[in-house]
């Protein structure tokens, strides 16, 4: 075998509106690029304590079990589902999307007796439709997606919580696309084990899942009458690394926990709520934009996340080649729809960084170009003024 | 809460010479930084093939399925035994260190009827040593450590291998820091499961678990009977993704991605064969400087690796203290030993980039002068002179 030279690194500059990734901010990349210290260097542990502290501070807990699994999003699902389930527990899982249905699977490879409960993709739960799941399985953990990223839908999470510890049971939450674009209260809602991914709202790469587990959740973890079945993802273990004897787990990926305290501190540095309030008014002005090009979302009415816009794609359209033409001629990713929704809808994110007027300006002329083109009529422009109507609202609003 | 703002990032430049994360080549903190596309980006697609191809050329193997677990070189492990075994598969793990413990952890979590096979820290395992383990527990898998990192031993894999596959079983190797230290041949030995990190010999922050799959051990994989029991790291379906079809399974960490494209670049611009003689003649070098200063060390003669340098610690002298010192005085981390180690041995990496004569001088002059202030006695000067006649040795070989 001859040795192989790969070409040079060249990564073309994007627009980031998909799904996630999505932009990274230049400060965080820049941290990226910090000089790499060992992962029991002094310098480090006070960093993991501070990046500890601002992880809290977003997800509105005192949870001491608060840090960063050393890897994406989805081994987040997997850290909270395998630490709370023992083989032969029973779970619930609220299933409207991809992400609630990847969660039966992970709950059911960790042993549990599993309910799933369903409600159409877009769709969200009412307390109501979990009541009956909850007084058969009398589960040990239910099961909820926040931000369900493959429609688009705003799961509300405090009567649900009430239901759940009425039933004796704990509250597991997918904040993947929710930490960072709308408000999580982790202590305020009851929630015993929340996840999220970098590469949403924080304006990160790929690669961290930020995660709190209450005290009662560890409480369970830690009087659990078999090992947690992942070594990796063990919180037992890794409260003693990220806790106050910083013994040596794995060794942890120290610049990419640069990245996630960058990140962090730029949402902090802006408020959080000032963040949320951002993601609100760019997805208005996209709403309002997208409307003028007849335009409709996925989501219900009343629970549409402001980062990720799920919208029908209009008729006649080839989804595929739309997006390929966004990327090519004008440097934007867009989402295409997963399962139900492939080919019928695209995911239209601004999350984080993204979340920007200039990008809001620059998708809706791309989009109407590219729709002109394809002999769809609206008024020239339309998308832009519509956008810059709902800013000046928001503007006046405040 | 109120809002937390933590101080600015300003990690401090070290010299890192411990176990692991090793110093980053500047080039690779520059790709880093570089900027983020999405993980179903045409230029990523093509970027994950020739990181593969560079892959397959270090680990010498033409296995299709070669390539980066999301996470740091323990999920390595995890993905490669949770993969082959099914609960009651009989595995044998040889341990003569940490991570052959560690190994053993992981195995029986994923429901392995597990056979030990010990050999003193330090010691290599000898063919006969597994003869009767073989015999007897009629294993579907072998698991070995090829570099264990917290003994220093350096284990030959040809002559197990044959053994092994004589009885029927699969080989698999953790190559954490073995790879791109010490030549590693996968189809040659016949290693059906290797595994290793970014963080050691690549030169390359910690992140990433670079992995290879034999045919023959995909073959086993795809005809299970249950499912593997971790989702995030389950290689049919991970084969999906980083196969032709490029299903969509998680978000890939793209900058770490980047990063560890260019440290292979960097590998095979440097050669691989070169690459391995820079790692043997920095180790030789500092082993004749060691040696000068009456520091001897814990792995068998002939079985030292050369890029982990476990020496024991001189008598009377305060470990911690000694270690301290090093980094805050000279900016240079090494490592103390672990489990039956710890206090006693220290651990001297020179793996990827921190292999560099200017690493081994800048490392002995320090340890000179803190010896000597501890009133240990040696003429001055003594190991820098030892370790450029071992230079200049090896200089006149070639």
Redesign the interface.
Known sequence: ?????????K????I?M?P??S??HPRV???????????L????LA?MN??Q??L??LM?T?NRMTFAV??????GM?ATVVNLIEPGDAMVVCVNGVFGG?MV??A???GARLTRVDRPWGAVFEPADLADALAKAKPKVVGIVMAETSTGAWQPIEEISRLVHDAGALLLVDAVTALGGIPVEVDRWQIDALYS?T?KCLSC???LAPISFSDRAMEVILARKT??????LDASMLAKYWGEERV?????????T??L??A??LI??E??EACHARHMRNHRALAAGLAALGISYAAAEGHRLPMLNAVWIPAGIDDAAVRGML?SRFGI?IGGG?GDFKGRVWRIGLMGHSSRANNVFTFLGALEQLLAERGHRFEHGASLAAANEAYATAASAT
Chains 1, 2 share one sequence.
């Open positions: 075998m001859p040795d192989t030279l790969a070409p040079e690194l990564p073309p500059v994007r980031l998909g996630g990734p932009d990274v990349l820049a941290a990226l690029a910090a000089s790499t210290v060992g992962h260097d002094p310098y480090y960093l501070d990046m502290a601002m809290r501070s509105r005192t050393s890897a994406t999003g989805s081994a997997e990847r699977d992970v059911q490879r960790a991914g590469q790469p790929p690669g090992k947690v079945q992942s070594w990796y040596y787990h794995h060794t942890a990926p120290i610049n990419m640069y990245a305290y960058e962090l501190r902090h540095e408020g959080i990327l990713e997963l």
